[in-house]
């Protein structure tokens, strides 16, 4: 574990662009890929559960550029190129929420969002679950805030208030609980 409030990502790094199969067909910068309708390229989704079955979700950075204070899944992101979805994965919990877990690959699929004026996401998104047991200490450059909410009431949050979480979310959220509610079940 290194320093709480350490930069750990910038609009310069290198993202791997995939085509709808998820095979590499190049690089470019975090900035380029997301302006306008973005660039299709890889990222991974973590939703963390804590031994209650409760969600750990995160509410993303004010000084992000895309759904700034929106509330998310617990970790999301990148890998780097060259970096293998599990290596990626682990740096990134450190990165963000300054813990580890064991994963579960779940799913994968593709999904683009425009967020105003500001860019968009067009990702091919891997999607994995696991336990939270640690104690969470969220990377003030990353995260405003964290909190766990029980597994059961995140249907009616998302439905009663939909425009205080990211898209992107908001369809693995569904997705987990409609088509792999049997992975969910060792979890919450």
């Known amino acids: 574990m290194q320093s709480a409030n350490r930069?750990?990502?910038?609009?310069?790094?290198?993202?791997?662009?995939?085509?709808?199969?998820?095979?590499?067909?190049?690089?470019?910068?975090?900035?380029?890929?997301?302006?306008?309708?973005?660039?299709?390229?890889?990222?991974?989704?973590?939703?963390?559960?804590?031994?209650?079955?409760?969600?750990?979700?995160?509410?993303?950075?004010?000084?992000?550029?895309l759904w700034p204070g929106f509330w998310s899944n617990s970790c999301c992101s990148h890998p780097r190129v060259g970096e293998s979805m599990e290596v990626a994965t682990r740096r990134r919990l450190d990165d963000e929420l300054n813990l580890?877990?064991?994963?579960?690959?779940?799913?994968?699929?593709?999904?683009?969002?425009?967020?105003?004026?500001?860019?968009?996401e067009h990702e091919l998104c891997h999607v994995f679950v696991g336990r939270v047991d640690d104690k969470v200490v969220p990377n003030a450059n990353e995260i405003e805030a964290v909190r766990f909410v029980p597994a059961g009431s995140m249907a009616d949050l998302l439905q009663n208030d939909p425009d205080r979480y990211t898209p992107w979310f908001k369809l693995e959220w569904r997705t987990l609980m409609d088509e792999h509610s049997d992975v969910l079940a060792r979890y919450i």
């Open 7 to 65: 930069i750990v990502s910038s609009e310069a790094e290198e993202l791997i662009l995939v085509d709808s199969d998820d095979n590499p067909v190049g690089q470019l910068s975090k900035a380029a890929a997301h302006d306008g309708d973005g660039r299709l390229h890889r990222a991974f989704s973590v939703f963390l559960f804590n031994a209650n079955g409760e969600l750990l979700l995160q509410q993303r950075g004010r000084d992000k550029r």
């Open 100 to 120: 580890e877990s064991e994963l579960e690959y779940v799913y994968r699929f593709q999904y683009q969002a425009n967020y105003s004026e500001a860019g968009s």
